[in-house]
């Protein structure tokens, strides 16, 4: 039996599913994570100030972990939009993906929690690092086939979109290296290498694009 499901209508109804799932796993974690913002007790002004000052971590926690998810979303959404055909290992790598984006509320309680120190911040790396590797798995099965699942330009493009949907690995890994180390103060910067990685990979091997091109 063929990986692809046979039938054009039928596979286009297949993808559909896939995706329609995925950006409703997306939407519920985002809706989860505030949860963690609950309305703080307090009788006057002043108390109320304060508890809001005291839930600055779970604050951070939040945007942090918002931002991230929503950075994977955006990704998801350009590996997948091409995606012409539809496969078995393809939305098995999809669920294992889903299953790493729903950890997130988990692990953003912790850092909220616990702050972004010690094993709570490491577990938050972890989980991280996975999201990443299990998108790259997602990507890497849906550009083999020379075309086959989804339309890649090129080979240059190809290594440039598995690259970005490694970045935050790599970033974390690092994050979670300095935090092994000690250095959980420094390791809390690990996100900023995102950008830099980008930006690099970019250079070095981004789709070169042609005057009045679509973008990919």
């Known amino acids: ?86 496969d078995w290992p393809t939305a098995w790598l999809n669920l294992v ?11 953003s309680g912790l850092i909220g929690e616990r702050g972004m120190f010690g094993v709570a911040w490491q577990a938050y790396c972890v989980a991280l690092i996975a999201a990443s590797l299990a998108q790259t798995a997602l990507l890497l099965a849906l550009t083999r086939g020379n075309g086959r699942f989804v339309t890649i330009v090129s080979g240059r493009e190809r290594i440039w979109r598995t690259l970005r949907a490694l970045s935050p690995g790599i970033a974390f890994a690092g994050g979670l290296a300095l935090s092994l180390e000690g250095q959980d103060l420094l390791s809390q910067f690990c996100w900023m290498l995102i950008p830099v990685i980008l930006i690099v990979a970019r250079l070095c091997v981004g789709p070169r694009k042609k005057v009045g091109a679509a973008d990919a």
């Open 97 to 107: 993906f889903l299953f790493t984006i729903a950890v997130m509320p988990f692990v």
């Open 1 to 86: 039996m063929s990986d692809v499901e046979g039938g054009g209508s039928s596979d286009g109804r297949m993808v559909s599913r896939m995706l329609f799932f995925a950006d409703a796993v997306f939407a519920i974690v985002l809706t989860l994570m505030v949860l963690d913002l609950r309305t703080p007790a307090a009788e006057t002004d002043a108390e109320l100030l304060d508890a809001i000052i005291g839930l600055k971590p779970k604050f951070v926690a939040f945007f942090a972990s918002f931002a991230l998810v929503s950075v994977f979303w955006a990704s998801h959404m350009a590996i997948t939009r091409k995606m012409s055909a539809f």
